[in-house]
């Protein structure tokens, strides 16, 4: 993490306030085709600073037909458009909530556990991180083959998955593992009427089957495949103030359009 005076003020976006910035600019189709994609040094003004479910009480609300509200509403129907569309490739949902238990006073053993509920906005904002990291690896190799700095997140083997497998068949369940896509829609079928939390917990033990993704450089791999998100190359740019990664990626991407020709 860089210093908090950067991460926590200069480096963050706050109302109506002039920061500088490092853009992925798309022009997109209604049906969330990419036409153009654009990278530029910036200067961003925000118009409002919104928490989640603020952001999701404007999108929610049928009173409010401001400027801002029609710009997240926008937003929003073109993020699950593309949410659908890497799902439908074969992409995996992993993640899962926070989960908290609650304990008893006496014995302290698990008697029941709550979800932290996600809403759309937070998919709205992973959604447009994912494509601009998606963008900014296809620039960077484009312009350096040899040297781009990339993440890739390789294919477990299938003894990975015996635990998993084992656990949902305990429960009268089949996980098909043959592919990403076959085990995204396995887990999406993997439901219990009397565990509603099954299906989290199938997920949570999903990911401790996967394989750890790495960093590379472009140079030493001709596999840049990333199986959880489906997706033919990747990398890190969105979050430079946590990873210093982002920042490798920052500095070939200025090169790569001519922002820095140091």
């Known amino acids: 993490m860089v210093p ?32 153009k994609t654009r990278f530029t040094k910036s200067i961003i003004n925000s118009k409002a600073s919104l928490t989640y479910a603020e952001a999701q009480m404007k999108i929610d609300s049928t009173n409010m037909n401001d400027d801002i509200t029609t710009s997240l509403r926008g937003l929003n129907r073109l993020a699950k458009i593309l949410k659908k569309r890497r799902i439908d490739n074969g992409a995996l949902t992993l993640s899962s909530p926070e989960v908290r238990f609650h304990m008893d006073s006496e014995t302290h053993d698990p008697i029941d556990l709550q ?32 040297h781009a700095l990339l993440r890739k997140h390789p294919a477990p083997p299938p003894s990975n998955y015996d635990i998993l497998v084992k656990a949902a068949k305990s429960k009268g369940l089949e996980i098909k593992t043959d592919s990403a896509k076959a085990l995204a829609d396995s887990l999406d079928c993997a439901e219990s009427p009397s565990f509603p939390y099954l299906n989290t917990l199938l997920r949570i033990l999903a990911t401790r089957c996967m394989m750890q993704a790495v960093y590379f450089c472009s140079g030493m791999d001709n596999d840049f495949h990333h199986y959880g998100l489906a997706s033919p190359i990747y990398t890190h740019f969105t979050s430079p103030i946590r990873r210093y990664a982002d920042i490798i990626v920052h500095r070939l991407l200025a090169v790569a359009i001519g922002a820095d020709c140091t």
């Open 4 to 35: 908090e005076l950067l991460s926590s003020n200069l480096c963050s976006l706050r109302s109506n306030v002039d920061r500088l910035a490092f853009s992925c600019i798309w022009e997109m189709t209604p049906n969330a085709e990419i036409l």
């Open 115 to 146: 979800t932290k509920e996600l809403k759309e906005t937070n998919s709205m904002v992973e959604e447009f991180m994912l494509l601009a990291n998606v963008s900014v690896a296809q620039k960077i190799y484009e312009e350096f083959s040899e």
